[in-house]
Structure formats: C-alpha cells, structure tokens
C-alpha cells in the first residue's frame, strides 16, 4: 500500500508468496483476486531480516445480487445477502434504500461518477472456523471478534472506484445471532483501504419487534419489552413509519436485530469491547495449530547491531566478504545441519 515501487507477486499453489521490499518501517500488503473480497495485512519490515504476514483466507463475494435503481420513486428498496450458518447460528445482511437516494463513486484521481443503478452485494467475512484468517485486516486491540462485512456494489468495482458514497443514511440490518441484550449499542467501524486503517463510525443498537400493527413494526430499542411510541423511534433514531412497514414484511415478531447506519460502502464492522462484560463474550477467533514448515521465526529481542552471539537464542553468527562484490557470505549456527549451541559463562557475581 502506497509503495508502487516494490510491484506485485502471485502466490504459489501452496499459499505462499515472496516479496522483497525496502526493511526499516511499516508497511501495508494488499490481497487481492477478482470475485474476492479485498483484504490488507500490516507487517513490520527489519533491515537485513524477513518477516511474516498473519494467514489471509480470502471470500468469495456473496452470490447474492441485489440491483436497486436508484431513480424509482419506490418508499424503499431492499437488498439482502444469502443466508450465513456456522456454529455462532444464522444470519442475513439486510441493507434498507429509502426513497431519494442518490449515489456517486468516488475515483483514484479524486473525480466522482453518479451511479443511478447499483447492483449490491454483502459478504461476510467472520463466519465459520476460517473467519479470523477472512478479516479484512487486523482488529485495533479494543475490538472483538465479531461481525465484518464487505459491502460492495458491483459497478463501482468493475470501474476501479475507491468508495461509493450516498446523500444519506442507508441501514444496515442482521439478526441478533450472538443474542446481545436488546437496548445495547453497537459499536461500528469501517475499514478504510486507502490508508490502510479502521474508522469509527456510528454506533448502532439493537432492537427488537414486539408486535405489528397496521402493517408496521412495533420496536423496543431499550430492553424493558414495551414497544416505543413511534414519534420517539423517529426523532431518536431515524427509525421512519416507511421503514417500520418495511420490517413488518421482513422479519417476525419477537426477532431482535443489529441496526446501524452507513452513508457509503466500504468494509463494515459490528465490534465489541472484549473487556465490557454487559454483553456475552463476542467470539473468539480459533487457534490453529501451525504445522512444523510453517512455524515462523521467533524475534530475538538481544540481538544487537554488530553482534556475531544472538544472545537469548544461542546462535553464532559470522559475515565474510567476497572482495570485489559489495557482498558477504553469511554463517548461522542455527541453519546447520547439526545445531552448535553456545554457552556463556559469567567470570564474576554481577554483570555491568
């Protein structure tokens, strides 16, 4: 990300990949492969040494394709995702269009592009016991593990556009599946690929829809299930008699949902706290066991410029110049065939 110096590779059939790049900083690496959803891992880069990027599992986009035009005088227009099932339970991306909106993709050279239809999908990134390694990128560590999304619009990939953005607010609904208590807000995040970091946005809440009447839902948003006056719903949060009607038609009495709120589409992410115990404990990525080729090279905090003992690892090292070449031949005890360690012993009680 943002160094289009060091090019691109491709990886191999077992996953792998090499790149070598400029050491001394960090850097971004960027995942992606046509019908996929994107993903970024952030890597520490050392001089002279390799590195590690965490396991990328990339997902397919959602097979579900959701044409909304956005010139119809239509109340609402509804796109919704195909049903995700894992261990965690069900649950389906719901995205409501109110009347009036209007979109535009915004491009690489900063020039935008009005979109009058969109073709929209949803595709999840946290579901099954690969959903840790889908993420789009890593968590900031006050985040939990809990829902991500990529929402996409089909047009606006196909010409390269970095964002969509609409005149307002468009709502973001998905069942309740880790059964947080209803009248808790939910905090969302999106993902900014440009800088190659996470975004706060609004939060959202969860309700829940007591009964219909008149063909509109009743919703409780603070947990004491008694239905709120639908006067309050709209002047607290939005919540309109159009929309109300629309989740009558989706959604069954006694169903809790997440509900937030979004402008423009890019990666979302429904997260709580790990530390806030008012909710049960949002899930928790799986832990695979590496396998032994796998294993990644442990840090060793001692080694110290110009040092030929890494100390805490008891490793020696030598460099020999080649003359005439710039370049050097180098010894690792730890590379060997037969592994030499080295012991150190104190020649007094203290170390200076």
Partial sequence: LGHPEFGQTISRTDGMFDMVVNGGGKLVVDYALDGYAPAQRHVDVNWNDSVWADDVALVPLDSVANVIDLSLATPIQVARASVQTDLDGSRQATLLFPANTTAEMEMPDGSTQ???????RATEYTVGTDGPDSMPAPLPPTNGYTYAAELSIDEALAAGATDVRFNQEVYFYLENFLDVPVGTLVPVGFYNEA???WEPSQDGLVIEIISETSGAADIDI????????PAL????IGLTLIEREQLATIYDAGETLWRAAT???S???CNFNPADRLYPNPRKPRTRPRKPEDEKPEKDPCKQTGSIIECQ???LRESIPLAGTGLTMNYRSDRSAEIHEVEVYLTSDSID
Avoid: Q
């Fill in 114 to 120: 009005p979109l009058s239809t969109i073709t929209v």
């Fill in 195 to 197: 800088v190659g970091l």
């Fill in 222 to 229: 603070d947990g004491d299930g008694v239905a709120e006056d």
């Fill in 233 to 236: 719903l709209e002047s607290e």
């Fill in 263 to 265: 402008t423009h589409f």
């Fill in 267 to 269: 990666t979302i992410d």
């Fill in 313 to 315: 690892s008891r490793v």
